[in-house]
């Protein structure tokens, strides 16, 4: 089913864990595990 992903744009990188160089592709960081290699 479709879901709302959270509003990344009012995180920064330091809220989100991650390095500023991954912020052009935020939605991955969502995706479930074993969603990722498909």
Same mark, same amino acid.
């Given at each position: 089913?479709?879901f709302?992903? %959270?509003?990344v744009t ?8 991650? %390095? ?5 592709? %935020? ?12």
């Amino acid at each position: 089913g479709e879901f709302e992903y %959270p509003d990344v744009t009012k995180w920064t990188d330091e809220e989100l864990g991650i %390095p500023p160089d991954d912020a052009e592709d %935020p939605v991955r960081l969502f995706v479930p595990e074993h969603q990722k290699n498909l």
